[in-house]
């Protein structure tokens, strides 16, 4: 059984930083892509990042890069998101997924139960 | 960036009875990189539909997806009472994924 189990979260004052961890279990997880959404309170999802399987390439949404780094230890099967000068506007669920990527494909097929990050003062 | 656009906003539908919910995109989509997901509330999306018509694992085929270029819709045949929740599209496009706003299906 696939099972992606995210931790980290919590309350963080603006302009601080927190590093989000997701263990991955159940399937090959250095063969696969893996990815972090976002969704902010009562709001719909938001793809935030992308890794490769062996973290050679990343991708960000627009408004965190700079800010936020993906990475991943293929030994440990876990995936991390360093974010750093945290906004109020970064406050959202955090949901880890495995994403399906290729020439014919593009989609999250398993997904956390996401851990909440609330940037407030 | 390609925008996705969901209508309606939300769907009052009786058990028993058909929704077609639509993604239009702002500009033209490889069906490839289409996918639908549900999720309901306190929960986690869950993978509906990929290649815009591929059923995911475990999917009942009352769901089905349809749609080419710049719209595309998913269909419930026949609303169960476990289908009232937000459903959202998904396209990928030139390393950036991006999702619809959602459309909501609610019990009328």
């Known amino acids: 059984e696939v099972q992606l189990v995210e931790s980290g979260g919590g309350l963080v004052q603006p302009g601080g930083s927190l590093r989000l961890s997701c263990a991955a279990s159940g399937f090959t997880f250095s063969s696969s892509w893996m990815s972090w959404v976002r969704q902010a309170p009562g709001k719909g999802l938001e793809w935030v990042a992308n890794?490769?399987?062996?973290?050679?390439?990343?991708y960000y949404v627009d408004s965190v890069k700079g800010r936020f780094t993906i990475s991943r230890d293929n030994a440990k099967n876990s995936l991390y998101l360093e974010m750093n000068s945290l906004r109020a506007e970064d406050t959202a669920v955090y949901y880890c997924?495995?994403?399906?990527?290729?020439?014919?494909?593009?989609?999250?097929?398993?997904w956390g139960q996401g851990t909440l990050v609330t940037v407030s003062s | 960036e390609i925008v996705l656009t969901q209508s309606p906003g939300t769907l009052s539908l009786s058990p028993g009875e058909r929704a077609t919910l639509s993604c239009r995109a702002s500009?033209?989509?490889?069906?490839?990189?289409l996918a639908w997901y549900q999720q309901k509330p306190g929960q986690a999306p869950r993978l509906l539909i990929y290649g815009a018509s591929s059923r995911a694992t475990g999917i009942p085929d009352r769901f089905s997806g349809s749609g080419s270029g710049t719209d595309f819709t998913l269909t419930i045949s026949r609303l169960e009472p476990e289908d009232f929740a937000v459903y959202y599209c998904?396209?990928?496009?030139?390393?950036?994924?991006?999702f619809g706003q959602g459309t909501k299906v609610e019990i009328k």
């Open positions: 890794i490769k399987q062996d973290g050679s390439e990343k």
């Open positions: 998904q396209q990928y496009v030139s390393s950036a994924w991006t």
């Open positions: 997924a495995r994403c399906i990527f290729g020439r014919s494909a593009g989609y999250f097929d398993y």
């Open positions: 500009q033209s989509v490889s069906s490839s990189y």
